[in-house]
């Protein structure tokens, strides 16, 4: 198996990207993440920001007021991943409506007989 594969897995994950993604502009409290990344539960967000703190990728500062202030931040390793990301955003973006085509196409395919690929 190939060592970075948990990585490749950490940052490749829907809520990783998403939060890297939010967090590129600047430092957020986690209402205003989790305000930014629409369906994410709180403790989705949690355990998301527990994971890219861990790794290096996001620091955290608490702030000692009442109440309680916490700001999330991306790293020097954080923002190294956003490039690649916002490459991986981009062709979403721009192939978005071919995947959606090919999907319509495959699902609406008379069935031959024969098990899907991943059924095998």
Not at 6 to 31: C, H, N, Q
Not at 68 to 94: D, I, K, M, N
């Amino acid at each position: 198996m190939c060592p970075c594969r948990d990585l490749l897995d950490m940052v490749a994950s829907k809520w990783t990207a998403l939060a890297i993604g939010a967090l590129e502009d600047g430092p957020k409290r986690f209402g205003e993440l989790k305000r930014r990344l629409e369906g994410v539960s709180q403790k989705m967000l949690t355990q998301t920001l527990r994971t890219l703190e861990r790794d290096g990728l996001v620091t955290r500062t608490v702030y000692p007021s009442v109440p309680l202030r916490v700001e999330y931040e991306l790293t020097a390793l954080g923002r190294s991943v956003t490039e690649p990301l916002a490459a991986l955003r981009s062709w979403a973006q721009r192939n978005y409506e071919s995947v959606a085509e090919a999907r319509e196409t495959f699902d609406s395919a008379e069935p031959l007989g024969l098990e899907p690929a991943t059924a095998r």
